[in-house]
């Protein structure tokens, strides 16, 4: 059922109209014969300035609205492919990357092979006695992310004290051997 307007106009005569105004703003072949792939689709919930902006651009561009609406569709939809994408290889690098977090240990003796064996980033954290051994530093830097509330640690003398220092924080002793 129709509502009448302040102009005494009904609702529905007032959005046949401006139907009609688009149907007229269009590719005069497109109106005749339809391409094989098109439809005509009625899209609700337009703003009015933007799709006089899109009028506006295809009247410059000497295009139909349908010709740019087909293309803007097109590139909103190469762009979230696009985003989606991106977020895939996002989250898989993440979990690559991801930090192995060993805590609440009293004491705790672990290999540079042993840490290799995790395939992944390692932190220690709250351990009482922490000795890391045979490692390497370039090993231990590719690998030991952060050591946090330890109150000794021991590492192998390969390591450099500064690669150790990097990556540590509340360490009350700290030894090479």
Not at 38 to 66: F, H, I
Not at 76 to 88: D, H, M, P, R
Request: aromatic letters at 4%.
């Amino acid at each position: 059922m129709a509502k009448e307007n302040k102009t005494g106009e009904s609702k529905k005569v007032k959005e046949d109209e401006e139907q009609e105004d688009v149907i007229d703003q269009g590719d005069e072949e497109t109106k005749a014969e339809p391409k094989p792939e098109a439809k005509n689709v009625s899209v609700k919930g337009v703003q009015k300035s933007l799709y006089q902006r899109v009028l506006d651009l295809a009247k410059e561009t000497g295009r139909s609205v349908g010709e740019l609406t087909n293309d803007a569709y097109k590139a909103l939809l190469l762009t979230a492919s696009g985003a989606k994408e991106f977020s895939q290889h996002f989250v898989e690098g993440a979990k690559q990357v991801s930090v192995q977090s060993i805590d609440n240990i009293t004491e705790l003796e672990i290999t540079g092979p042993e840490l290799k064996e995790l395939k992944r980033k390692v932190s220690f954290n709250h351990i009482k006695q922490l000795t890391i051994s045979d490692i390497t530093d370039e090993e231990f830097s590719s690998i030991v992310v952060g050591i946090h509330n330890v109150e000794e640690l021991t590492v192998s003398k390969q390591v450099k004290k500064t690669s150790v220092l990097k990556v540590c924080s509340f360490v009350n002793k700290i030894k090479l051997e």
